[in-house]
């Protein structure tokens, strides 16, 4: 036979389940604002019925609900949309980063402008045309100084700009890796306080709430894996259980940086302590360690991680590392000697690249300057002499390293500036009329640069031979420098681009996770009356078992008195 008392029992499960259900609700409300918090509800799950199976059972026609009871606090959350968002968010990482880079070359560059290198070297062709009309003017020869000064101070600008701007990539480069670092160690540390609160039964949503963000903060750094182990105990069938976290490079290879008892640390440095800032004494990146740690924090091994493939390109895993890995400079392969048959060691970068090319353009500049200009003469007569020079590169670097940011103007006066291509008239007088050589110079930028090429000379029987060590072997200076302000524009665009269109899918992947998991206070507001309605339909409840308790206690039994 049931209690008397049982539906007093029914009622109290009721009132004390939907007072949970109301404080989980207040709890959404409050943290509607709180940076990756996912809504919580509870899981309503009824009691067991009355009677249970067996021999001693009461005879009565079936079984009798005995309430609700909370089965858990759960938080709403869809992990395939989470997925979703860090691929796209990894990739905004790393297109973010290169796209940062191109434009802060293009803005150096300043092409095309008044005032980029294009417009300057165009004004030195054209001083240099003014001066082969009237080489004897002394104005004419003083403006074509002052253009090749103007020249010489592009090169040098935009060559200490790019290596500057660099330096500070690599400034982001440590500051980067160390709040990766900083992200790592926070979520070893948010891992080991969910395999503590995990075994005794409960969920500990909002620990999943911090691990869940940092994942998010983490990825936009670095391409990374998870995989879930259980916490062991008495674990709820629904714990998420302990991350353990990967890095995934691009050949899909996996290295494990989290797991449940050790977490990993990106250094520079083969040894200890862990080193985040870029090595000063290089002006690239070379390697990269990780350094283990257990709970205590007490450092152990140091291991190598790959970062160049053997292609020569980078194969640390995508993200804004990579980005920016990219843009100040590695270990690779490259062209360096010109002959486009084969690769040559050398630093590879946003920006170290576009300090080759201007090096190339210095250096080769320089050199078809200064020998077509041997082979003029000057208002006296006398043979033209070097108008440019260079720094000689280090040992093992190219002819050309370094040209763009030393190139100037060697102690020159504007009478020695070889315009006429013969030295004397038939009569001993000096031909400072003869502007010939004035308009070899000024074709320079339109000549093929072929190895071997032979040039005729415009008012004179010599020729001028291209160097077969010049570094720009196709085409002529102009088209060469078109070319790579091209390729600029092209690489600057695309990533621009990928960037947008990240951008766009990984909004719309945030408003789906958001529909998901974020608290609406319209929907939070009709719980809350729900579960009030509730509460009080089972408050009523003990009051209508009371009055049935009071009818059977005090008004049975009292007949006939």
Do not use: C
Request: proline share 3%; aromatic share 6%; charged share 20%.
């Amino acid at each position: 036979m049931r209690s008397t008392f049982m539906g007093l029992e029914v009622a109290k499960r009721g009132m004390f389940t939907q007072q949970s259900a109301l404080y989980v609700t207040g709890h959404n409300i409050s943290n509607a604002n709180t940076p990756g918090f996912s809504r919580q509800r509870i899981n309503f799950q009824t009691t067991t019925p009355y009677p249970a199976v067996g021999l001693n059972r009461p005879n009565i026609p079936g079984q009798m609900g005995t309430g609700v009871e909370a089965g858990s606090v759960q938080r709403i959350r869809d992990s395939f949309l989470d997925v979703q968002y860090r691929t796209e968010n990894t990739k905004l990482g790393y297109w973010s980063a290169r796209a940062d880079a191109l434009t802060k070359v293009e803005d150096i560059m300043n092409e095309p402008t008044e005032e980029g290198l294009a417009a300057t070297m165009t004004e030195l062709w054209q001083s240099l045309e003014d001066l082969a009309s009237s080489s004897e003017n002394e104005g004419a020869r003083g403006v074509v100084l002052e253009r090749l000064q103007s020249v010489t101070d592009t090169f040098n600008y935009m060559s200490d700009s790019l290596t500057a701007v660099k330096k500070d990539f690599g400034n982001q480069i440590g500051v980067t890796l160390s709040a990766a670092n900083s992200v790592i160690q926070k979520l070893f540390d948010v891992n080991v306080q969910i395999s503590e609160v995990e075994p005794n039964g409960y969920l500990p949503n909002d620990l999943y709430d911090e691990r869940d963000r940092l994942v998010d903060e983490l990825s936009q750094y670095m391409n990374i894996s998870i995989e879930t182990e259980e916490s062991g105990g008495n674990d709820s069938p629904i714990a998420e259980g302990i991350f353990k976290i990967s890095i995934v490079d691009t050949a899909g290879n996996k290295t494990e940086i989290i797991n449940k008892t050790e977490y990993k640390q990106f250094s520079f440095s083969a040894s200890l302590p862990v080193t985040t800032d870029v090595p000063a004494n290089s002006n690239r990146i070379d390697e990269m360690h990780l350094v283990a740690y257990d709970k205590s924090d007490t450092a152990g091994a140091v291991t190598p991680i790959s970062l160049i493939d053997s292609n020569g390109a980078v194969s640390f895993s995508q993200g804004e590392i990579r980005g920016l890995i990219e843009a100040y400079g590695y270990k690779g392969n490259k062209d360096t000697d010109g002959d486009a048959t084969t690769l040559e060691e050398a630093t590879v970068g946003t920006f170290q690249n576009m300090i080759d090319e201007l090096d190339k353009l210095a250096y080769s500049l320089k050199e078809l300057f200064n020998g077509i200009h041997k082979l003029g003469y000057d208002a006296e007569g006398n043979a033209g002499k070097d108008i440019f020079e260079t720094d000689t590169p280090a040992a093992g670097l190219p002819v050309y390293a370094g040209a763009a940011g030393s190139i100037r103007i060697s102690a020159i006066t504007s009478k020695e500036i070889a315009a006429s291509a013969v030295p004397k008239n038939a009569d001993g007088s000096v031909n400072i009329g003869d502007g010939k050589n004035a308009l070899n110079l000024a074709n320079i930028g339109s000549h093929l640069l072929n190895p071997g090429n032979v040039i005729e000379l415009l008012g004179t029987t010599n020729t001028y031979t291209i160097p077969t060590d010049l570094p720009i072997k196709t085409g002529s200076l102009n088209s060469f420098y078109e070319g790579v302000i091209g390729r600029l524009g092209v690489d600057s665009q695309q990533a621009s681009r990928m960037e947008r269109n990240v951008n766009v899918l990984l909004g719309a992947v945030q408003t789906n996770r958001d529909s998901v998991s974020s608290v609406s206070l319209d929907e939070e507001m009709t719980n809350l009356i729900k579960f009030q309605h509730a509460y009080n339909g089972a408050a009523r409840m003990i009051t209508i078992v009371d009055e049935v308790l009071d009818k059977i206690i005090n008004g049975m039994g009292v007949a006939g008195r």
